[in-house]
């Protein structure tokens, strides 16, 4: 997706995109949010963080063998926030977790004649390392870890 703004006259501003994840577990060890290239502190999606100058974002499911991948041109700051609700029921109040925002937050200068641009690109593959990576770790001596997919 590309986001294109132009003016007729010079401004200054900020263009946010939000994303709202349904990533429905808020904290473990095989599901963790990545921020170019690294496990985020906390890694886990019911965390609250923030970051700047980011320009990759990822959403590993190992479990499920998914990668939500979100790169962003130019870098940014990125925050992300559980999403909850609150439910009343017999045994009291508890907090329920749906999911995951996410905000891209750009600072902008806009000249006439001279648009900005803003590019995300999203991409979905598998979390488990490829076949070749297990090969390499079996003729280094080392022994792959293999992580285990969906239940029945």
């Given at each position: 997706m590309l986001y294109t703004l132009a003016s007729e006259r010079a401004r200054a501003g900020v263009l946010e995109v939000e994303l709202n994840l349904g990533l429905h577990v808020p904290e473990a060890g095989d599901r963790f949010v990545e921020v170019d290239?690294?496990?985020?502190?906390?890694?886990?999606f019911g965390a609250r963080g923030s970051r700047d100058g980011v320009r990759t974002t990822a959403f590993v499911d190992a479990w499920a063998d998914r990668r939500l991948t979100l790169e962003v041109d130019p870098a940014c700051r990125f925050e992300r926030a559980p999403i909850e609700t609150l439910s009343l029921?017999?045994?009291?109040?508890?907090?329920?977790?749906?999911?995951?925002?996410?905000r891209y937050r750009?600072?902008?200068r806009l000249e006439?004649?001279?648009?900005?641009?803003i590019r995300f690109t999203?991409?979905?593959?598998?979390?488990?390392?490829?076949?070749?990576a297990a090969g390499a770790a079996r003729a280094s001596g080392r022994r792959a870890e293999r992580l285990p997919g969906p239940r029945a």
């Open positions: 290239g690294r496990p985020d502190s906390p890694p886990h029921s017999e045994g009291g109040a508890e907090r329920v977790f749906q999911g995951v925002e996410v750009f600072a902008l006439p004649g001279t648009p900005a641009r999203l991409s979905l593959a598998g979390a488990r390392p490829a076949a070749g």
